[in-house]
Each structure stands twice: as C-alpha cells, then as structure tokens.
C-alpha cells in the first residue's frame, strides 16, 4: 500500500511539473492602451476573450476567457523585446520592434494587428502652443509629400511589417499662413523614439525647416512617459512617439493638456516568438 501511495504521490508531481512546464507565458507592454491593443491582438485571433466594457484600456484582469491558460508578464513598453528569452511569446508595438531590429537582433513575427489600426502615431504640443507658427510650421513639414515618399521607400528588417502612412493631402513642406522669415533662427526641440520616429525627423524634416533657417532638434529616448513630461514642462516644444489613444490616456492620468497637430503613420503590434519559435504551443499554424 506504501508503495502504491508513493507511485501516486510520484506521478502526481510529474503531471504537476508537466502542467507547469506547459503554462504560456506572453510579454505585453504594461501601460493601458497599449496592454488593451495588445489583448485585443490575441482576442482577434481567437486566443483570449475580453470584457467589452474594458475596451481599449483592458488589462489582464478583463481577461473573461483564457482556455489556454496564458500568462501575462506585464512590462514597459520599451523593455518587452529584452523579455524575449524568458518568455514563450512577445506582443511588441511596432516602433520598439523596428528600433530592437535596427540594433542588430532577430525578431520572429508570428502575428500582427491588420494593418488598417486606428493607432495613429501623432505630434504633440501643448495645448498653449498648438495654433502657434511653430506648430503650424513643425506641422506642415511632417505632413508633407516628401514624408509620405520617405514611407513609400521605408524599408524594414525581413519580417517586419512597414509602418504605413496615413498622411492626406500633403503639403509641400510648408504653411503659406506662416511667417517663417519671423522664425528664421528658431530652433525647435522635439522627442521622439528611434525608429521610424526620430529617423523622418532628422532625415526629412530638418531639411524642410532648415531652408527656412529653422533648427530642429531631436532628443531621442526609448521610454514611454519622457517625451510627455518634457513638453509638458516646456524642455521641448514636441513630442512623436505615441499613438492617439495613449495620448488621451496620459493626459487624462496626469492632468496634462496635450493635443494633437498631426497624425502621421501607423505602425502595426506584432506577437513575437522568445522561446517559442512558431505558434504550435497556442494551438496554431503560422
């Protein structure tokens, strides 16, 4: 009987362990829109079932039906590529992947959001500046044709879906209500993130302002509350770096007022392969 007990006692533990070894684990970023976009990627697949009263700001918690048993790892948004080798899967936003890539490291794309996402990547200002000659000046030359060409030639790593340009009825480069011999030797600070954000402003933009005798500066940082909080407090005229929704978000949690002056492109999320190299753990063929 002894013996018995002790064989079920092993071969419990050794379902046990199984189990263990078997549990999903998923990196997504840890800030609400971009947890929210991230949950409805794998909802879209058919992967996980959320709470439609969370909406775009659903986090792990408004996960009514997980039959895989996933688990989250909850992580800045900035930092979920580093999580690659300790998690099965990663949903990575599309600017941190074109960065991780441009650095020299491999990413395995397995799914993506449809690339028809509301997530418009925008400039922002403060509210007090948005009908300034800065603004309108900054605004016009990112949201003129030689943007729009220099996503039209914007080549990504293989496997990566490019970022796409939502641009309308570009201009030329610049606002005819603008004064810009008043603005000559002005110098404009904006933050943004690397990829493909600071690469359209140091390669497209400064040159439009520039032959206006316009500086543009940019300060680039891979962080998700940097760029707010520096416009906010006036270190920087602009920021690009975020989509709408996280914009509307932050403001309305930090009691900042910043609006948008231009929507520029979308850059599609992504569910990555870390220790996991195809989709066959989720049930799934690539």
Do not use: W
């Amino acid at each position: 009987m002894k013996k018995l007990t002790a064989l079920v006692l092993a071969l419990a533990l050794v379902l046990s362990l199984a189990a263990a070894s078997a549990e999903i684990t998923i990196a997504v970023p840890n800030d609400p829109t971009n947890e929210g976009r991230a949950l409805l990627l794998l909802e879209s697949y058919g992967l996980i079932d959320v709470d439609d009263n969370a909406g775009i700001l659903a986090t792990a918690k408004d996960v009514v039906e997980n039959p895989l048993g996933i688990v989250f790892a909850e992580v800045e948004a900035a930092q979920v590529p580093s999580q690659l080798a300790s998690v099965d899967y990663a949903i990575i936003n599309g600017n941190y992947a074109l960065a991780y890539q441009e650095a020299g490291n491999e990413l395995n794309p397995l799914l993506y959001e449809n690339a028809d996402s509301p997530y418009v990547n925008v400039v922002s200002v403060k509210e007090e500046n948005k009908d300034t000659p800065e603004a309108k000046a900054l605004a016009a030359a990112i949201l003129s044709q030689q943007v729009v060409d220099f996503f039209a030639a914007y080549e990504t790593p293989e496997g990566q879906v490019p970022p796409v340009c939502v641009v309308e009825n570009p201009t030329d480069g610049y606002d005819p209500d603008v004064d810009y011999a008043a603005l000559a030797g002005k110098t404009l600070k904006v933050v943004c993130t690397l990829a493909p954000h600071s690469f359209v402003l140091d390669q497209v933009v400064k040159d439009i302002l520039a032959a206006k005798d316009i500086t543009l500066e940019t300060i680039v940082v891979d962080d998700y509350i940097i760029p707010n909080m520096q416009v906010d407090a006036g270190d920087a005229f602009a920021n690009f770096f975020a989509h709408q929704p996280y914009q509307d978000d932050f403001n309305k949690n930090n009691g900042t007022n910043l609006v948008t002056i231009a929507g520029v492109h979308v850059e599609p999320m992504g569910l990555y392969g870390g220790k996991q190299a195809d989709l066959t753990a989720l049930g799934a063929d690539e």
